[in-house]
């Protein structure tokens, strides 16, 4: 079984207009990907005990999914070192579209994360790395009727793999689905604007669940006991 | 159920110097590994038809283990092309110690796989990666008495990841256990000289363990059919 | 002083609408990049002696740009070790447009280097690298009027670094301009259809440019005479 | 010409048994090494105005040499936000030894840059990229008879390259030469404790003069004037 933390800052799903798009809040169209897979899925909320990411949830999640936008200045000091703590020692991590400003992406990143955007768009999906586990089941290309552009040049290190690039109508690119490694697993995937029925796409929903398996924990993927991460008293 | 083939060119084998050691070949070492795993095992040999590595084998192949010293030559191009084709399709692939200079390898490198060399040195393995699958279950360091010294440099293009270092008594380091992509995954790992028993040791064992579930393809490690890699008569 | 060598396959240039396109041939126009730069030229061609490669000729190249595209096989397998000797000793090689499917690319990369093709589309190039030495000079998009369509996938190893990425309005992406290294320095490049004046294009001549530079043996960017390579004669 | 701030937290330089090995401080031996070239050399301290990092500085400064080790805490935040901003928009960047763990390495790795570490060992530095710029005029191996101990794992994000290793006597490795990318070209080097006379060595003064030149800015590199990295307004 994986645990999945799903976390939302939540803010956007409280006004109407989101809520005609996703009626159970963002972080329950995600949930909803789990429905029938051998996952536990937990959530929580910016306005939550210790913002909705407290140590004893960290300590028992696999894989925490994030999704924020305006609030990323209110996420404290002290939650992003919690949260980065853990992925250091092997939780994996999947920060979600506008996540790429998140303060714990940029602190795993070393860069700005800046990239270009603009609203409205119809984006195109490319499979570029079709063998990779986190493509399984997605075919060569699928659209989105509608997106928020995010465009190149994307501050970001080079990423391990590139498994998703994004064409928009309007005549940008994006490295739309990348990989890292920090100790954990990090898979960033670009779409998923509030205002859209991104995360009720059939292909978005088969890569996010693909990603979770793919970043848990190396321990739950062969089967053997994790190996105690190298102790951090020497130094 | 992964299915793994180990081929073995099988001709140090037939001496006693290493029956001393192997005495069911060292393909009957590799093989013992599964033994209590969900794996099914076949193996083919340089002297067989299509040299141990016929097409529907290797259609039926999730992973291929390869071992090879002395008659690299003896491979022929029709035999290296089909087995290259099947890693480009997906097939995972591990070559062991000398087959660094395997035609296979050098030709998935794109470059010599040149190496420095010398027998009977004591070798300490590292893990630098403690965090990836590969190296679940394996210490910090281990030892083996005797190998035969593999040293920088190696001439390979930069790995996707280097999980393992070796450090030898003699004055060498060198990159142990590397990972690559080429359609397929791929695991070089430097031990397993045909004179020294390494292949029974422990760690050695859950390394080449660990390594055949995280290169199986990817449908295997997502438990969602693979997606048909994209076609080639596009050019 | 940098050392260039063109190689163009020349069969295509022979024809009336290339011509009219190339008057001096795509190698006279790739040549003419250099006519202001402490670089000294030569040009080489499939029909000349060696395949316009000799062996004195590469012992005196610092970079090999490359032009091929309906004759790709008649590249002799002789002609293709000693080119990928050169490159493996520190020779820097620019493989340009229809150069994918050369021969020597194939062999550095390891891979089919396959890819979707189309004709006749108008084509957006992105710097996604804005530091990169390849990228000075350059603005953050520009625009080829007409190209031949590449789209992903591009079945490649992970570059070392995505500097171009390129957006057509047909509706595909592609990483148009990549760097690997297989001793010497390797950078793709995908404009320049025989049909269409791109060679022509200021952006697309500086980034050609700017890759010889980068591109030149490492003692010619250090001004410290060249590291012997290691020795091959250990293994 | 390129200009070099070399940054010192110049503590124990001011102790006796530093004093006996750096009668310059750490600063002035490596400011020596620039004696003959094209360098502008600065150098700044902890205790001076704004940590000897003050803005105008950095503003003229094409590469920043880092050595720091007892009072990694005393860099403020203020600081380090001030030194980022210029690597992210090309300022290259070369931490020495203990310099691991400074605040700035650490930002832009996203790791902890934990490693293991033991005083006194004699340690072989092997050179594993020999094509690479950093590595030329340096031998395939060469040795510090004493130097610190720093051992694998390193907790360090999957290098852009790994150009040298270390062999210590005691029994460890490490990558003792990295670099990285975030927008500013980055080189990690290991050797370098305060009470070995390590940067009087030849050939590490020659990698660091060597990492000086690959770090410049990218217009340094390819004679053209840089380009304005994206603006970060956009997002």
Redesign the interface.
Known sequence: MIRVHIWNENIHDREDYVRAVYPDGIHGALADIFRDEDVRVTTGFLDEDEQGLPEKVLAETDVLIWWGHCAHDRVTDDTVSRVIGHI?A?MGFIPLHSAH?SKVFR??????A????RNDDRE?I????????????????FELDTEEMY?????I??P???VF????AG???F?SGCT?????RIFYFQPGHETYPTYKNEYVR?IIR?AV??AA???K??????????S?E??
């Open positions: 250091h092997g400003h602190a795993l990143c070393g860069t700005t800046n990239l270009k955007w195109r490319w499979t570029v790395d079709p063998h990779h586990p986190i493509a399984q089941g997605i075919p060569e290309h465009g190149e040049p994307f501050d290190p080079s391990d793999e590139v690039m994004g064409w928009f005549g940008e690119v490295r890292f490694t920090r100790g954990g088969r693909n398996f793919w924990p190396a321990g993927r062969t089967g053997i006991p994790v190996t105690n991460p190298p951090l020497n130094n």
